[in-house]
């Protein structure tokens, strides 16, 4: 399945950038086949606004980031196979003769969010950050939070350099982010 969209600039409603995205059709998956579990966590907005208040009180420095193809990043669970997209064609052949072997977690995988999570908790454990017992979207490593929703998260510190500290670990654990906002 392909998913096509067309970014747009807000003030201009000008198209500036044109995103394919090719997606695994998850209702072709078979339970026990191609995978077990689906469930991925989301922080609560309880613990969001919690964070944030405290930051704001606090006067604490906080950082959004955006994970780049964050399903992608993470290896795929099961061995997996999906069909050419119609009108692809490879040296090998066709859709009608051959089929793709997956090697990394794709959109449209039902486990795909339980997957990237997985991935993404190891490699914030990986460089020191504990989980939450209260909120597994939760994370703390030294006077850092990180809270993270699906692929988005925010820092907060009272340290801007312990900040950017984490974001130069995040990128050689191979964690990869898009340019964040403040």
């Known amino acids: 399945v392909w998913s096509m969209k067309r970014k747009r600039d807000i003030k201009?409603?000008?198209?500036?950038?044109?995103?394919?995205?090719l997606n695994v059709h998850g209702g072709k998956q078979e339970y026990g086949e191609n995978y077990f579990e689906t469930y991925a966590p989301v922080i609560t907005w309880f613990s969001i606004r919690l964070i944030l208040i405290l930051a704001i009180i606090n006067k604490w420095y906080t950082r959004q980031i955006d994970f780049i193809l964050a399903y992608p990043q993470?290896?795929?669970?099961?061995?997996?196979?999906?069909e050419l997209?119609?009108?692809?064609?490879?040296?090998?052949g066709n859709g009608k003769t051959h089929v793709l072997k997956l090697l990394k977690n794709l959109y449209g995988q039902k486990q795909a969010g339980r997957v990237w999570n997985?991935?993404?908790?190891?490699?914030?454990?990986?460089?020191?950050?504990?989980?939450?017992?209260?909120?597994?979207?939760?994370?703390f490593r030294g006077n850092v939070i990180f809270i993270v929703y699906v692929d988005d998260g925010i820092f907060a510190s009272p340290n801007n350099k312990a900040i950017l500290r984490v974001y130069i670990r995040c990128v050689r654990t191979g964690l990869s982010y898009a340019e964040s906002l403040q």
């Open 12 to 21: 201009t409603q000008k198209v500036y950038k044109h995103k394919a995205r």
């Open 74 to 82: 993470a290896d795929i669970e099961f061995d997996m196979y999906m």
């Open 85 to 92: 997209p119609h009108g692809i064609e490879t040296k090998y």
């Open 118 to 139: 997985q991935h993404l908790v190891k490699g914030l454990t990986d460089i020191g950050f504990k989980q939450s017992k209260v909120d597994e979207c939760a994370f």
